[in-house]
Each structure stands twice: as structure tokens, then as C-alpha cells.
């Protein structure tokens, strides 16, 4: 009977093509689909006549079973559409809109041929309704995709911009981290730390953590991690940059770090710096010469 | 059975381990450093282990002990070289090794102890840090 129904969908959508595209492209155009401005109407048309195309030959070999190969062109046509309408911005329901307003000039075709029987005509509206929606499943699985895959992306981006280690003098590194420490990305801060301190040869790590929103137990947790892992590779952990709010939170919390920490990024340079045996020294001004007396006296020369 | 060399390298001991190292050369190493601190009058034990790519809690542990022992006998233990990944590992399995002295390299850790010893040398007094 599925074989049946499925050849009597191929001849209806055969008979009906002309008529059912440009019903189909209005529907859309309805829906929405162009108001956006994303695609435009010619495109729409060469999509909707594509798929339909695509459709009819799949109907034509493969019945109404979406899992047969003849089905593949379809599919293959179908991911790409919904894939780019991620891409481009369209929400689900606009993607998804594409196949389901298919629906209504199917089953008006259906109620034009007067050459079906009662049966025929309620088994063929089972099977178009589960094939269409099968369609729109995979429209909307693949939009979903899509979209994770943009996030998983944005996701590593972030995680690479926000993780620098900055060389602030011969074997001082400072770590200024933005953003919330989470295991994942204290494996990379971690790495990307330990692997600078290797090249070039750093004596102290600042850890900055003003980018830092809240410092829970688990945060300091990893803080922790990444000190005592520097300090195996022979460096010294300062932490600086603790906001005032964090400090009370962390008091609060019973969390303990057991480093060296300043409130900013510039007294924890100060410490460095006196550890590597450095100090900063005023440049002596000597007595009466001054920026304007050097231009004067150089004119005079 | 494979000995780890003991180099005696003015009142320093190096070691450098080259080899992948199993828990029999490891304990045999233990004995061997504590017998040559004691017969060499050593003040430190300097450990290279920047060959080492696995280091499991074993040999952690080891090392730990190594930095105890040596504490007793007066000696400071510095180890050296450790690879990033290797520390990263040791930091996951919950082993920090706070008894044990750290530098990047050799240079730094043989600069190390000899500062320790040019401390004890002109002051013995002011031995804390």
C-alpha cells in the first residue's frame, strides 16, 4: 500500500507541478520568508523549483520512504538550504516554513484531482503529511547543527582571544585573564602559560584576574591548579587584580589561594621586579636642565 | 641492574635522569642519593628530569621523598626541567610537591643552591627564607 501511495504522490506532484510552485512560492512569500531581506525573490523561485524538482524525481524512484537512496539529491539539497538559512541568520521557524508550507498546495492539487477515490485520497494525505514532516525534521536537525557549529567556533575563538601571556620584562610573563574560569579553559591558560615560561625563560607569572566576573571555589580551585603547576616548572605565581567585591566573596566562601596577591596588575610588577633582584629608579633630573633648556641649548650649539 | 649516576659537582649532587624510569631504578635512586649525600657531605641535590616525558605518581612521590630525606641530612633538594605537560600532569593527580624546590633549568637551580650556600657560608644564623 506504501509503494501505491507513493506512486499515486509522484503522479499527483507530476500533474500538478506548474500549479503547485507558484502556490508554494506565494505561501512563503506570505510567511514572511522575504520580508527579512536575506534572500531574494529570484532565489527563493530557484529553490523552490530545485527542491520540487528533486522532490518529484525522489517520489518518482523511492516512494514516500525518506530513507531510500533515491532520496539523496532531496536531502543533499535540503541540508545545504537549511545549513546557509542558519548561516544567514533565519530563525527555525522560517527554515522549517520552507517545507511545511509546501503542504497546503499538495493537499489543494489533492483536491482538484477528481480522479481519486475516498481511500486513496486519505492514504495519500497520510503519506505526503509524514513525508513532509520527516523533510522538516531534517530541515530543523540540520539548522540545529549548523548553529552549534557556529558556536562551538565563536567558542574556541573566545578561548584563544582571551588567554594571552604577555611578556612584561626579561623572565616576567603576565597572564591577564578575561572572562570565567572553567576547567576547559584552565587546561588552555595552563598550557599557554607553562609553555611561555619555557620560552622565555620566566622567573615570576603575574596572574591578573580583573577579567575575571566571580571567584567561586571551583575558580580558585583552577587559579590554584595553574600556580602550583607554574611553580613545578620553577616559576613564582603572583595574582593580582582582585576586585574589592571578589575579595568579600571569597572570604566569605572560605576560599584561600596561599599566593602572593596584590590589588593591582602594577604592585605585583613592583614585587616581580624586587624579587629579579630589579628596582625602578627615577631618572635624576640634573639641577636646572629641563626639556625646554635641552631644545635652547641645542639650537645654540 | 641500570643505576642512575650520581655526579658530585662541587658540595652539589646532579643527577640527570635520561631513561624512562620504572619504580625498582627509582627506589635504588632514592638509596643510592641518601648513602652519597651522607658520604659526600653534600648541601644539595640538584635533579634534572627534563628528559623525563612521564612522570606518574610514583615517581612524584619519589621525589617527594628525595626532597624529605635529603632535608634531614641538610641537604636542599632543587629539581629541574620539568615539562610543561609533565607538570600539568602532576598538578591533576593532586601532587604539587610542596616539600621540593623547583627551577626552569640546571643554571638556575645550581644558582639555587649556591645561593643557599653563600647564605649559610657568611651568616649561618640567617639560614631562613
Given at each position: 500500500m506504501a509503494a501505491q501511495a507513493g506512486s499515486d504522490v509522484a503522479s499527483l506532484v507530476s500533474r500538478n507541478e506548474t500549479t503547485i510552485l507558484p502556490e508554494w512560492v506565494e505561501l512563503q512569500k506570505q510567511a514572511g520568508t522575504l520580508h527579512t531581506g536575506r534572500i531574494t525573490e529570484a532565489e527563493l523561485l530557484s529553490q523552490s523549483r530545485n527542491f520540487l524538482h528533486l522532490l518529484h524525481e525522489a517520489l518518482a524512484q523511492?516512494?514516500?520512504?525518506?530513507?531510500?537512496?533515491?532520496y539523496e539529491p532531496a536531502k543533499a539539497m535540503l541540508s545545504e538550504l537549511s545549513r546557509n538559512r542558519a548561516l544567514q541568520g533565519f530563525s527555525p521557524s522560517e527554515t522549517a516554513t520552507f517545507i511545511f508550507s509546501l503542504k497546503r498546495p499538495l493537499f489543494n492539487a489533492l483536491n482538484r484531482d477528481?480522479?481519486?477515490s475516498a481511500e486513496q485520497i486519505s492514504s495519500t494525505v497520510w503519506s505526503l503529511t509524514v513525508l513532509l514532516d520527516e523533510l522538516g525534521l531534517l530541515t530543523l536537525e540540520i539548522f540545529q547543527k549548523s548553529r552549534e557549529e557556529v558556536i562551538v567556533r565563536q567558542q574556541r575563538e573566545i578561548a584563544e582571544l582571551s588567554t594571552p601571556v604577555v611578556k612584561l620584562w626579561e623572565g616576567i610573563l603576565a597572564l591577564p585573564l578575561i572572562g570565567t574560569l572553567d576547567s576547559q579553559r584552565t587546561q588552555v591558560v595552563m598550557e599557554n602559560l607553562l609553555q611561555t615560561i619555557v620560552d622565555d625563560e620566566a622567573e615570576i607569572a603575574i596572574i591578573d584576574i580583573?577579567?575575571?566576573?566571580t571567584v567561586d571555589t571551583l575558580t580558585a580551585q583552577h587559579l590554584l591548579k595553574t600556580v602550583a603547576a607554574a611553580r613545578l616548572m620553577g616559576a613564582d605565581c603572583l595574582i593580582s587584580g582582585i576586585r574589592p567585591q571578589i575579595a568579600q566573596t571569597m572570604v566569605h566562601l572560605g576560599v584561600e589561594l596561599n599566593v602572593i596577591s596584590k590589588a593591582s596588575l602594577a604592585d605585583a610588577f613592583a614585587v616581580a621586579l624586587r624579587q629579579t633582584g630589579r628596582t625602578i629608579v627615577k631618572a635624576k633630573r640634573v639641577e636646572g636642565y629641563t626639556f625646554a633648556d635641552k631644545k635652547s641649548g641645542g639650537q645654540d650649539a | 641492574m641500570d643505576r642512575i649516576p650520581i655526579l658530585k659537582f662541587g658540595s652539589a649532587l646532579l643527577v640527570t635522569i635520561q631513561v624512562d624510569m620504572h619504580d625498582r631504578l627509582a627506589t635504588a635512586l632514592e638509596e643510592d642519593l641518601t648513602a652519597r649525600i651522607v658520604s659526600n657531605n653534600a648541601r644539595g641535590v640538584l635533579i634534572d628530569?627534563?628528559?623525563?616525558e612521564v612522570v606518574d605518581s610514583f615517581i612524584g612521590r619519589m621525589l617527594d621523598n628525595i626532597a624529605a630525606v635529603s632535608r634531614i641530612l641538610d641537604a636542599d633538594t632543587v629539581v629541574v626541567g620539568m615539562r610543561p605537560a609533565v607538570a600539568i600532569t602532576l598538578v591533576e593527580l593532586g601532587l604539587?610537591?610542596?616539600?621540593v624546590k623547583t627551577a626552569l633549568n640546571v643554571e638556575r637551580g645550581m644558582a639555587m643552591i649556591h645561593d643557599r650556600l653563600a647564605g649559610s657560608e657568611t651568616d649561618d644564623a640567617d639560614d631562613e627564607d
Open positions: 523511492g516512494g514516500t520512504d525518506t530513507a531510500s537512496a533515491a477528481k480522479t481519486l580583573t577579567g575575571v566576573p | 628530569i627534563s628528559a623525563l604539587s610537591l610542596t616539600g
